[in-house]
């Protein structure tokens, strides 16, 4: 069980914990009125944009089926109850109009699958692939709406190329760093469907910046 200031997330069916990439994502993505969480796992992001944004309806998907239960679960029990929706639906086959989409999506792509089927399915892009995921998110996305994503430091290049092939332009970029001093372990990613100006930033864990992002969860 994980205890936030507003809500608790139990996480016994869900291949895929809480941890600081679900967090920073949900603290930093931008939302909207209509906000769809595409691979929800444990609902925490979803709750965390319902907080963010209280007259937003936000829309959460997952595939595996003990993940959705346990979404389900968590957002039943949380203040955030008649804001969210649960559903278990593939993102390449999910229909709406959003003004953001946020994505934790799986990230290993050339490495061994684990013998956890649940698991694999969380962490690996055979479920749904960079490019399935840019082409979904740019169909759902609003015109004026903003896609954002978290992904490991050395899968950046392949997120960002994706999303340029099917015509989004990066419009934010956060280097998140576990100390001041090693180059940075996770990228914040969002993209827009029309040419902006990228605001890059970098944040370092435990910092004064990052307890000011996460002061309104973390207890």
């Not at 709750?47 to 979404?71: F, H, N, S, W």
């Not at 999910?94 to 799986?106: F, L, R, T, W």
């Not at 792509?109 to 969380?122: F, G, H, T, V």
């Not at 576990?178 to 970098?202: D, I, S, V």
Request: glycine share 6%; hydrophobic share 40%.
């Amino acid at each position: 069980m994980f205890q936030f200031k507003q809500f608790t997330v139990e996480q016994e069916l869900c291949a895929m914990k809480v941890g600081t990439d679900g967090v920073l994502l949900g603290a930093w993505a931008k939302g909207g009125q209509r906000i769809l969480d595409a691979g929800t796992g444990t609902g925490v992001i979803a709750m965390m944009l319902a907080q963010r944004y209280p007259g937003a309806r936000v829309t959460a998907i997952d595939i595996d089926e003990g993940a959705v239960r346990q979404a389900q679960q968590n957002v039943t029990k949380s203040p955030f109850a008649a804001q969210v929706t649960v559903l278990q639906e593939t993102l390449q086959e999910h229909q709406g109009e959003y003004d953001a989409i946020v994505s934790n999506p799986p990230f290993f792509i050339d490495s061994l699958a684990a013998p956890d089927e649940q698991r694999n399915m969380a962490r690996h892009t055979a479920t749904l692939t960079y490019a399935e995921l840019m082409q979904a998110a740019y169909r759902l996305l609003s015109d004026e709406g903003e896609l954002s994503v978290v992904v490991p430091f050395d899968y950046r290049q392949r997120m960002e190329d994706e999303a340029i092939f099917v015509g989004f332009f990066p419009s934010r970029v956060c280097a998140v760093k576990t100390t001041e001093r090693k180059p940075a372990k996770r990228y914040l990613l969002a993209f827009r469907k029309h040419p902006c100006p990228c605001e890059k930033e970098q944040l370092t864990i435990g910092s004064e910046d990052y307890q000011a992002l996460t002061s309104a969860f973390y207890l």
